[in-house]
Nanobody, 115 residues
Framework: QVQLVESGGGLVQPGGSLRLSCAASVSIFSISVMGWYRQAPGKQRELVGTISNGVTTTYVDSIKGRGTISRDTAKNTIYLQINSLKPEDTAVYYC?????????WGQGTQVTVSS
């Protein structure tokens, strides 16, 4: 079993920055791929980006150039840094990890971008 605990969400003004954290209960070396998803109200959940063996991929065009996925292996934690936040970034952000062919999800953390 893998537990993923997200934190770092909150209310931020447009143009601000946030760093979301996802702490895993196991070594992230044992997790094949970890990723960040988000789901805005009334919209489908979308894959923001992934990190695997330190290599990151960003899938959402509007996040490219503003978002950075990183990891701290000592803390079993991955991060999503988003700069220049826009109201369109408002969503619940979810952490995901895959181990032994099984996907695990965090509880989600709310990000609200509003003045």
């Amino acid at each position: 079993q893998v537990q993923l605990v997200e934190s770092g969400g909150g209310l931020v003004q447009p143009g601000g920055s946030l760093r979301l954290s996802c702490a895993a209960s196991v070594s992230i070396f044992s997790i094949s791929v970890m990723g960040w998803y988000r789901q805005a109200p009334g919209k489908q959940r979308e894959l923001v980006g992934t990190i695997s063996n330190g290599v990151t991929t960003t899938y959402v065009d509007s996040i490219k150039g503003r978002g950075t996925i990183s990891r701290d292996t000592a803390k079993n934690t991955i991060y999503l840094q988003i700069n220049s936040l826009k109201p369109e970034d408002t969503a619940v952000y979810y952490c995901n990890g895959r181990q032994r062919g099984v996907e695990y999800w965090g509880q989600g953390t709310q990000v609200t971008v509003s003045s």
